[in-house]
């Protein structure tokens, strides 16, 4: 009796296209569950914890380039998959490089950190280190200069919705952030607070490299936003010096940064009314708002609080953080230090950073989101 092959259907398991339709599906189905495809951007290891195998390459070959195989050989590391991401968190933070394909080796960041030449190599390599992460050195820069919400889960929530981190990875990835922040000494306590230091600045940098690497970041920040040359940014601030000279000096600069246009009560709104009219007026036009809180100027507040009425995201800005109401410290709010040689710089950067954030994310800038 002959036996008759039966040929597997267009979407069968056994064909190819069955094969290939499987495997969508299979795809689609972990998309659905929230299940994470693809490689992890971020590094799956805090810094200090990646230095085992450049330290056994150091040690062990003289630094020379090997396989990944040879290094964790090097650094008496058994191979394993963990093995292997352990070697792309190294490679995330700049600690290994690839001089060629499957070929490792520990960079002058890796060196300074295990073999410091002087007092700052050490710190100073970490942090560049840190700030060269994916993701990691994102949200850093994100909560630069401010503090650290209180509640991990406002971190979280902005790790998802602000970096697309997995719901599910979300534990792990914040967990490896902050161990980096604390390595790298970019967290001070301010009031019992963790504040995250401005390092995006330093005395050794050339001039330029620090306005490029905002811009970047900017351009980074603004994706997706659409902001029209009508669009204003109200500046709620005293008119009186030192801090009236700075809507000049840092606001008009980062509010153009940004791409909106500034407007001031006393020098931008005219016709005749009561001022209280035409700041009503001015807040109300305004696609977001910037108030500077330093000195509790009442004028300040009571806009501030007219602001918060007609639900506009606000970019909070102070030199100190007790001038900054009680009920408000929980949203978003930049600090500054004007002892900081690079305070007008780093303060402008930020400033139009958060000005695209709020416009973004306006939930992170409204005090009292509409229902």
């Not at 398991?13 to 998309?31: E, F, P, V």
């Not at 191979?79 to 968190?89: D, K, P």
């Not at 507040?301 to 007790?322: C, D, F, Q, R, T």
């Amino acid at each position: 009796m002959a036996t008759k092959t039966v040929e597997p259907s267009p979407g069968s398991a056994g064909s190819t296209t069955g094969r290939r339709n499987a495997s969508k599906r299979k795809k689609k189905a972990n998309n659905a569950s929230g299940k994470h495809a693809g490689p992890i951007a971020y590094p799956k290891h805090p810094i200090l914890k990646c230095l085992r195998i450049p330290q056994g390459v150091l040690e062990n070959n003289a630094g020379k380039e090997c396989t990944d195989r040879e290094a964790a050989k090097f650094a008496a590391v058994g191979w394993t998959g963990q093995t292997a991401v352990e070697i792309s968190s190294a490679l995330k933070y700049g600690l290994l490089s690839r001089p060629a394909p499957g070929k490792v080796e520990p960079t002058g960041v890796a060196r300074r950190i295990l073999v410091p030449q002087k007092p700052t190599d050490k710190i100073e390599a970490i942090r560049e280190g840190v700030l060269k992460a994916p993701i990691i050195s994102d949200l850093y820069k994100h909560y630069r200069g401010e503090n650290l919400p209180e509640e991990t889960s406002f971190l979280a929530n902005t790790a998802t919705q602000s970096f697309n981190i997995p719901v599910e990875r979300v534990d792990e990835f914040i967990e490896v952030f902050l161990e980096d922040l604390e390595s790298a000494k970019l967290l001070e306590d301010v009031g019992g607070k963790k504040r995250v230091l401005d390092i995006t600045h330093m005395p050794s940098e050339a001039p330029g490299v620090v306005g490029k690497t905002a811009d970047d970041h900017l351009k980074k920040v603004s994706k997706g936003v659409t902001v029209e040359s009508t669009d204003t940014c109200f500046v709620m601030m005293p008119f009186a010096d030192p801090i009236g000279g700075y809507y000049a000096l840092i606001y008009e600069p980062a509010i153009k940064k940004a791409g909106l246009t500034a407007v001031r009560a006393d020098t931008d709104i005219f016709g005749t009314g009561k001022i209280i009219d035409q700041i009503w007026a001015g807040l109300r036009r305004a696609k977001v708002l910037v108030a500077e809180l330093s000195g509790r100027n009442p004028n300040v507040l009571y806009e501030l609080g007219l602001a918060h009425a007609l639900h506009k995201p606000v970019v909070l800005i102070s030199s100190n953080e007790p001038d900054v109401p009680f009920d408000v410290r929980h949203v978003r709010v930049i600090y500054y230090d004007v002892n900081d040689p690079f305070w007008g710089e780093k303060l402008i950067a930020k400033v139009a950073e958060n000005i695209v954030s709020a416009i973004k994310n306006p939930n992170e800038a409204v005090q009292f989101p509409k229902e």
